[in-house]
């Protein structure tokens, strides 16, 4: 059942990825950039609350929210900006979470970030409670009354809450102070999950690119101006509240636990939370199915340092060699790898790497590769990234296909190879980089390739016969864009003459220690240089 939601689910959003590219770019894709939103929402969200506040009044809330909406200096669309930022931080969320689902990035390493996740929508959504209830109109005293009888049902107090509610006095200033002061520290709790959401990625990307930033914010601002969110009436504890404009995000569930009990209500909200709770567990793949993690061969290992740079999950250090030898190794934390094979990218002389996918193993396969055709008219090789257009049946024609599991597991010698062993070009279809299902491996590739990173191309290959594409899995005219345009650029070149009996290096020199103290093994989280 889970598989087949999985499946089904991951296949709409993998199309609506596609649609997005086509009309966006991959780098403005909204949805590539969920989880950033978020983040930039509730920062409005914060922002424009700290306007707010200053004009709130515990002693007569609703009278304060009718003078915000009549300040002269948008005080009306200052409140709006709030409300609409609120709500696009649920959607942003939901989205994030539906493709982190889909694209089995939940269990793991990564189920820390599902869990932690999970409670930062839980405290977003009692933020946002508490917020409504703050401007005491009939949406307000709804949410406050259908709240003070769920809580009667649990035996916390030794008075009913919905006391407070009976209307024979008026409600203390106690109660808005109270729903205040949650509104203010709630947000606290939210920084400390964000942290433990990110707290096992290196280089973790907090915000959505400038223009994508200001872009989403000018859209909700021109949305607070030209659609102002109107105030309701005044709450009346004597009265029953009529018709009441719910808000779809907040509040969509009232007129279903309005209708049921407050036992069968905390039964489906807590098996709601154990289901999101247990998602780790339940989409963890059976044993012989998950991918290994990745080995370090300490006989090749350099102490170069390169592997635990690059590593986009904090799952490599650097310790002091056993063998006798100087300098450090790497070693890999299996608790943390998530098999992205990254490291297997960045090592030049091949030493680690997820078993059958290290700069050996790939060697090994393009080898087979190449001796299983001949190379006519120059042509394109495609190294198809799982996850890009370029790994679809029959994509890009009759263009050989060298397939891998990420652009960023692509270790340059397979380029060189392939164009030492004459192919016209070498054109790697990677997925776009905001989308890649080992976070950095697009942008370190285009590093290695063509600025120099280790492990690098080599000085040797023609880099003119070298390209990257970015095409996500149903963007197939960006993926036909890049072969033909890649095609009109080689027709300039001379045909390309190949070599027999390639030797590519596959070793290096041990480092040596530097002079001055190391850095200590511990993860550089400053360090930007190259950083996609």
Request: a positive charge; proline letters at 7%.
């Amino acid at each position: 059942m889970q598989a087949m939601l999985k499946r089904s689910l991951g296949k709409v959003l993998a199309r609506l990825d596609g649609w997005a590219d086509r009309l966006y770019g991959w780098k403005w894709n909204p949805l590539y950039q969920s989880g950033a939103l978020v983040v930039a929402c509730l920062a409005v969200v914060l922002a424009t609350g700290l306007y707010l506040i200053f004009f709130y009044r515990i002693g007569a809330p609703y009278e304060s929210m009718v003078r915000i909406d009549g300040q002269a200096w948008g005080g009306r669309w200052i409140r709006s900006l709030h409300r609409y930022a609120a709500d696009a931080a649920v959607v942003a969320a939901v989205v994030h979470a539906l493709r982190m689902f889909c694209q089995g990035r939940s269990w793991g390493p990564r189920a820390l970030a599902w869990i932690s996740g999970v409670f930062l929508v839980f405290l977003l959504y009692v933020c946002g409670w508490t917020g409504y209830v703050m401007v005491w109109d009939t949406h307000g005293q709804l949410l406050a009354t259908e709240g003070a009888r769920l809580l009667d049902a649990l035996p916390l107090f030794s008075e009913p809450v919905s006391r407070t509610f009976a209307g024979d006095s008026p409600l203390p200033s106690a109660f808005f102070f109270m729903n205040l002061f949650l509104h203010i520290a709630l947000p606290i709790g939210l920084a400390i999950f964000l942290w433990l959401h990110v707290a096992r990625v290196a280089r973790p990307v907090i915000l959505p690119p400038r223009r994508l930033l200001w872009t989403s914010v000018g859209l909700l601002a021109a949305a607070a101006i030209l659609l102002p969110v109107p105030l309701g009436p005044g709450a009346d504890l004597l009265r029953t509240p009529g018709d009441v404009t719910l808000d779809l995000f907040y509040s969509f569930w009232l007129p279903a636990a309005a209708s049921a009990s407050p036992g069968l209500v905390w039964a489906a909200g807590t098996a709601v939370a154990i289901a999101l709770v247990s998602v780790p567990f339940m989409a963890r793949p059976r044993e012989d199915r998950r991918p290994a993690p990745s080995h370090v061969s300490s006989r090749l290992c350099t102490s170069c340092e390169q592997c635990y740079v690059d590593c986009p999950y904090d799952a490599i250090r650097m310790v002091e060699r056993t063998d006798g030898r100087e300098g450090l190794v790497a070693q890999v934390n299996p608790a943390s790898c998530v098999s992205c094979g990254i490291c297997a990218g960045s090592c030049a002389p091949m030493g680690v790497g997820p078993p059958g996918r290290t700069g050996r193993d790939q060697l090994a396969r393009v080898r087979e590769f190449v001796a299983r055709r001949s190379f006519a008219d120059g042509d394109i090789v495609l190294v198809a990234c799982g996850r890009s257009a370029a790994s679809a049946p029959q994509a890009g024609g009759e263009a050989p296909r060298f397939p891998v599991s990420c652009a960023g597991n692509l270790h340059s010698s397979v380029v060189e190879y392939l164009i030492r062993a004459g192919a016209g070009g070498v054109l790697v279809v990677a997925c776009p980089p905001r989308d890649c299902w080992g976070r950095e491996g697009p942008g370190w590739l285009v590093e290695r390739l063509f600025n120099g990173r280790e492990a690098e191309l080599k000085e040797r290959v023609d880099r003119k016969r070298v390209r990257v594409a970015f095409a996500s899995l149903h963007d197939r005219p960006a993926l036909r864009a890049a072969l033909d345009e890649f095609a009109r650029a080689l027709a300039g070149l001379d045909a390309p003459a190949g070599e027999a009996g390639i030797e590519v290096d596959t070793e290096c020199e041990l480092s040596g220690l530097p002079d001055g103290p190391r850095m200590p093994p511990a993860r550089r989280r400053w360090w930007r240089a190259g950083s996609p």
